[in-house]
């Protein structure tokens, strides 16, 4: 059974502060999608990356996938209110069209 | 922009009843998934289905679940005699691609249904 653990599972920040939020497996990722969701709703998908060491920029987030695509990272500089949310990483582990596993989410919580 | 849809949003049943949840997939995507997010745990898969058939199913998905694609368009999750357990958010997702290689196994998700059982 292939986990995905996130850290932290909550932070609480400061508006205009940095932050990095972090999802490690011990297996390895065919890709990996980082969601936002919130109460209530469904995953929203923000991007997702393939290939090992590959960067992706939207905005104010940027999106970093390991070498060994067993890990990804979420940076968010200068954070916003509009920011709270509960951020999800969830990873393929084949090469077609698999489940996806589904982190425990790290929730965000960004005071004015 | 295209977007999964889900109805109702908001289902109260009681013990031993069955349901049907129904989503509408982005038109022409090809893989359709069924997830749940019991409140407070993280989202599971449940079920995938492709060329009108199950791909893959989670342990959870037994014998009293079933999902459909009737028309085309929509495709549907029926649980048959609904257990205090299965009370959840019920997320369903679907994908364009035929992944392989490179290519992206990319979901986009509903607003999912809150199944209540009482």
């Known amino acids: 059974t292939q986990l995905l653990e996130q850290s932290p599972q909550f932070l609480s920040i400061q508006e205009g502060e940095n932050l990095t939020v972090y999802c490690n497996s011990s297996?390895?990722?065919?890709?990996l999608q980082w969601y936002r969701q919130e109460p209530g709703e469904g995953p929203v998908l923000l991007v997702t990356?393939?290939?090992?060491?590959e960067v992706k920029k939207l905005k104010r987030l940027t999106f970093q996938f390991g070498d060994a695509r067993k890990d990804s990272s979420l940076h968010i500089t200068a954070a916003q209110p509009g920011d709270t949310g509960l951020y999800l990483c969830?990873?393929?582990f084949g090469f077609g069209n698999e489940k996806l596993t589904f982190g425990t989410g790290t929730r965000l919580t960004i005071i004015p | 922009e295209p977007e999964v849809t889900q109805t109702p949003s908001h289902q109260v049943t009681q013990m031993g009843q069955e349901v049907i949840l129904r989503c509408v997939p982005i038109?022409?995507?090809?893989?359709f998934y069924w997830y749940r997010q019991i409140l407070g745990q993280k989202v599971e898969f449940l079920v995938s289905?492709?060329?009108?058939?199950?791909?893959?199913k989670s342990e959870i998905f037994d014998d009293q679940f079933s999902v459909e694609r009737p028309d085309g368009s929509n495709f549907t999750l029926k649980i048959r005699s609904t257990k205090l357990e299965d009370s959840a958010m019920y997320f369903c997702?679907?994908?364009?691609?035929?992944?392989?290689?490179?290519?992206?196994?990319?979901?986009?998700f509903g607003a999912g249904t809150r199944l209540s059982v009482l």
């Open positions: 990356v393939v290939t090992g060491g």
């Open positions: 297996s390895v990722f065919s890709s």
């Open positions: 038109s022409n995507h090809l893989y």
């Open positions: 969830a990873g393929a």
């Open positions: 997702a679907s994908s364009p691609y035929r992944a392989g290689g490179l290519a992206k196994n990319i979901q986009y």
């Open positions: 289905f492709y060329n009108n058939e199950i791909s893959e």
